[in-house]
């Protein structure tokens, strides 16, 4: 088993693949959890408001974002870009086309949650939502 210093808290832990503890997860648990409540009772709410209300930092909302678990309405906000061109994004970590070219590179289908039709919607600034796939939970 490996020993890791997590990322977040710098305490050593058992490396499970994740780079932050278990305790540095929960966290995050719970703060999903305030974010998803407040966007849900708050669907326009933009990031910045959304950190107001929960006193949550916008960097762990916009890494939720990069993990595709909640995703910003306006394609063209700037909080949020593909790592292959820097295109503004809405969820997740590459933008449509750069999905597309991979997913042709690779024969494969990658990511999953890209749902192109999503891509068109909204021009709101910075408005985020719940993706469907986390709602049954
Ligand atoms: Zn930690
Ligand atoms: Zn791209």
Known sequence: MDI???SRCGKIYAYDGFNICMQ???KDEDDFKIIKEY???NPGATISEVSEETEIDSKKIIEFLRQGRLEIKDEN???LTCEK????IKTGRF???CVSEMQREFKQSIGGGMNPKDMKNGRA???IRITDKYRNQ
């Open 24 to 26: 540095c997860r929960r």
């Open 39 to 41: 966007i849900d009772e």
């Open 125 to 127: 600034k910075e408005k």
């Open 4 to 6: 890791k210093n997590c």
């Open 85 to 88: 061109c820097g295109k503004s």
């Open 95 to 97: 933008c449509e086309k």
């Open 77 to 79: 906000n700037v909080l």
